[in-house]
């Protein structure tokens, strides 16, 4: 770390003491560095000669189940042997610390987060080892208890063939009900707000700094490279979130 980035990373760490409320945003950087791939540097080998939106969309399941419940059982499998990095800790040690003053919104469908201690992270994009039905029926109450799923790739009711499908947001999906209401309240509210390794390209989520901003927050953004939101912050970190997160929420 530079001097230039040690001077910035000070001065984010006043305003973090003396912040009320805080916010941080994360995204696929976040989880890139415990080795889960971005969703498009995770089309490759094999599943490179697939359209993204073959894999993530309804559309595409409907057309080949088999097909997209197989990419996510391969996606599944290297987010169950990552392990929270350094980055994700500093974030739940300092929650830990100041109980009360942290939303973490992330855009990431991994549990990352959730196993290094943010268990009540608002999670704008779903839940990749999460499954549910793809569609209500009569035989389904719920969309979320598929407890009576036959075995299958993939699973489906045994009553009428309707499908299991991974619990993520996908291409022309609603997000989950009542996660970017609560994550604009939160943007709003905030003191500092904290953009952690996301490109700024995917909406709504890109807009809570502007959200941020114009309600009187100090605006970080800490990414390798520019994003299409650094016109929002105040200050810009570049750098890893290994190399600078753990500096940024030291005790």
Not at 127 to 143: F, G, K, N, V
């Amino acid at each position: 770390m530079d001097e230039h980035t040690r001077r910035d990373v000070a001065d984010l760490r006043v305003r973090l003491l003396a912040a009320q409320k805080v916010c941080v945003l994360t995204g696929a950087g976040m989880s890139a560095e415990s080795g889960i791939s971005t969703f498009r540097d995770a089309q490759t080998g094999l599943w490179a000669k697939f359209d993204p939106m073959q894999l993530a969309s309804e559309a595409g399941f409907r057309s080949d189940p088999r097909l997209v419940w197989d990419w996510y059982e391969h996606r599944r499998e290297g987010v169950r042997r990552a392990l929270p990095n350094p980055g994700h800790l500093a974030l739940a040690g300092y929650a830990r610390r100041r109980p009360g003053r942290l939303t973490l919104i992330t855009q990431n469908v991994d549990d990352l987060h959730q196993r290094a201690g943010n268990t009540d992270a608002l999670r704008l994009h779903g839940d990749i080892l999460l499954d549910r039905w793809l569609e209500r029926c009569a035989h389904q109450p719920s969309l979320l208890d598929v407890s009576s799923a036959v075995p299958g790739r993939p699973p489906k009711c045994p009553h009428c063939g309707n499908l299991v499908r991974p619990g993520v947001v996908w291409f022309g999906e609603q997000l989950p009900e009542g996660a970017m209401e609560a994550a604009e309240q939160a943007a709003f509210e905030c003191d500092v707000m904290l953009v952690v390794g996301t490109s700024g390209a995917v909406w709504p989520a890109a807009g809570l700094a502007q959200v941020a901003r114009e309600a009187g927050a100090h605006v970080a953004i800490l990414n390798p490279q520019e994003s299409a939101i650094d016109g929002e912050a105040h200050l810009i970190l570049r750098g890893t979130t290994v190399g600078v997160l753990p500096e940024v929420f030291a005790e």
